[in-house]
């Protein structure tokens, strides 16, 4: 007799959602800046200040521009970070903070080389060098962000102190990904635990808890980073095979992950690890968002601060905007702009989910801002 898969229970069936939008929030299209002919492959908010949430960055080429978002609808350039190697080329960023609480930018790419770029001084602060191929994604950690994980081609995660340089943990081995790594994420509460995806179709769950001491040690290590006793992590606490194809974008809800594939659709699960018998343990899929013409790979979702809203771009350069805790999924709003039909890589929703942005393939910035909303009054 064949067994069910996850979810596929009586009862236990995914909720889908509707591609018929609620119109419970109206968005109207307000601007459009280009910055140049190479594609922005990132976009972010900083949600690490009360100071700058309306300051977002982005990426594209050898280029890291910093952005205020004006209640007018206008954008602001702030400053400018330009690479000193004119082939690279920036896929991801991340904002993150030096332990006196200086903003700074995380960037890296095609180089597998970490830019850490001083917010204040608009200077480079530092360089890590570690990885042995490009990299495709960095995240910071919200309760501590001074320590961010940066994905890899090179099949590898590795989780830095931005403070003293110091490459601190490398999760890779014998339990680790077989191919490119292509997204990973922070537990937003349990400290120990990461999510990470990849070319290998799968998601891993790790946990750095027996490893805590090395980090807490890092922010005190006064010799050279180089002389760190680096750790390795082999083996994940689950690995999740919840897509059959590559996996490129995957992020907490609470205990729960949302991850996506060139399927078009991404899926909110619950992984159930045992934590005696790691690798061992099940999940449970529990809803699915849809997201027409969303089939090719490095197309990366994102989430105002509170998780309330999700937005989601696809190779027509349409956005999707999904309410993600209500059950099933609730489609917001479906955003367009006539002139906008390039792939959209990246978005990013501001704190309150006032305002949406998307960088595309053509280096354009797209903006969208929340009808009658408050802030929008002002």
């Given at each position: 007799?064949?067994k069910l898969?996850p979810?596929?229970?009586?009862?236990?069936?995914a909720?889908?959602?509707s591609l018929?939008?609620?119109?419970?929030?109206?968005y109207?299209?307000?601007?459009?800046l280009?910055?140049?002919?190479r594609?922005l492959y990132?976009?972010g908010?900083?949600?690490?200040d009360?100071?700058?949430?309306d300051?977002f960055a982005?990426?594209?080429?050898?280029r890291v521009?910093t952005?205020?978002?004006l209640?007018?609808?206008?954008?602001a350039?702030?400053?400018?970070?330009?690479d000193?190697?004119?082939?690279?080329?920036?896929?991801?960023?991340?904002?993150?903070?030096?332990?006196?609480?200086?903003?700074?930018?995380?960037a890296a790419?095609?180089?597998?080389i970490?830019?850490?770029?001083?917010?204040?001084t608009?200077?480079?602060?530092?360089?890590?060098?570690?990885h042995g191929d490009?990299?495709?994604?960095i995240?910071t950690?919200?309760?501590?962000?001074?320590?961010?994980?940066?994905?890899?081609k090179?099949?590898?995660?590795?989780?830095?102190?931005?403070?003293?340089?110091?490459?601190?943990?490398?999760?890779?081995?014998?339990g680790?990904?077989?191919n490119?790594?292509?997204?990973?994420d922070?537990?937003?509460s349990?400290?120990y635990?990461?999510a990470?995806?990849?070319m290998d179709?799968?998601?891993?769950i790790?946990?750095?808890?027996?490893?805590?001491p090395?980090?807490?040690?890092?922010?005190?290590?006064?010799?050279?980073?180089?002389k760190?006793?680096?750790k390795y992590?082999?083996?994940?606490?689950?690995?999740?095979?919840?897509?059959?194809?590559?996996?490129?974008?995957?992020r907490w809800?609470g205990?729960?992950v949302l991850?996506?594939?060139v399927d078009?659709?991404i899926?909110?699960?619950e992984?159930?690890?045992?934590?005696?018998?790691p690798g061992?343990g099940?999940?449970d899929?529990?809803?699915?968002?849809?997201?027409?013409e969303?089939?090719i790979w490095?197309?990366?979702?994102?989430?105002?601060f509170?998780?309330?809203?999700?937005?989601?771009?696809?190779?027509?350069?349409?956005v999707y905007?999904w309410?993600?805790?209500?059950?099933?999924?609730?489609?917001?709003a479906?955003?367009?702009?006539?002139?906008?039909k390039?792939a959209?890589?990246?978005t990013?929703?501001?704190?309150d989910?006032?305002t949406?942005?998307?960088?595309?393939e053509?280096?354009?910035?797209?903006r969208w801002?929340?009808v009658?909303?408050?802030?929008?009054?002002?």
């Open positions: 007799m064949a898969g979810g596929q229970g009586l009862g236990c069936e909720a889908v959602g018929a939008p609620s119109r419970k929030r109206e109207k299209a307000c601007n459009k280009t910055e140049g002919k594609p990132a976009i908010f900083n949600f690490l009360v100071r700058y949430y300051v982005t990426v594209g080429g050898n521009t952005y205020s978002c209640k007018d609808g206008n954008f350039i702030l400053q400018a970070y330009v000193e190697d004119k082939d690279e080329s920036f896929y991801t960023l991340s904002w993150a903070c030096d332990l006196d609480g200086t903003p700074l930018l995380v790419g095609s180089n597998g970490i830019r850490v770029i001083n917010c204040a608009e200077k480079l602060l530092k360089t890590f060098v570690g490009s990299i495709n994604e995240r950690q919200a309760l501590k962000p001074s320590l961010i994980i940066s994905a890899s090179d099949e590898s995660v590795r989780l830095w102190n931005v403070h003293t340089g110091i490459c601190i943990l490398i999760f890779a081995g014998a680790g990904h077989r490119e790594v292509l997204s990973v922070f537990h937003p349990d400290i635990r990461i990470s995806c990849g179709n799968t998601v891993k790790w946990s750095m808890k027996e490893f805590w090395y980090v807490e040690q890092s922010f005190t290590w006064t010799d050279l980073p180089s760190f006793p680096t992590v082999q083996f994940p606490v689950l690995i999740a095979v919840v897509h059959s194809n590559y996996v490129d974008c995957t809800l205990d729960f991850s996506k594939s078009n659709e899926v909110l699960w992984p159930k690890t045992k934590e005696q018998s061992e099940s999940i899929i529990l809803q699915k968002y849809p997201v027409p969303c089939d490095f197309i990366k979702f994102s989430c105002d509170h998780f309330n809203q999700l937005a989601i771009g696809n190779r027509e350069g349409k905007v309410e993600v805790q209500s059950s099933p999924p609730v489609l917001t479906r955003l367009t702009n006539p002139q906008c390039s959209i890589r990246q990013a929703v501001s704190f989910g006032s949406i942005l998307a960088c595309s053509d280096g354009s910035i797209w801002d929340e009658d909303h408050p802030s929008m009054k002002n």
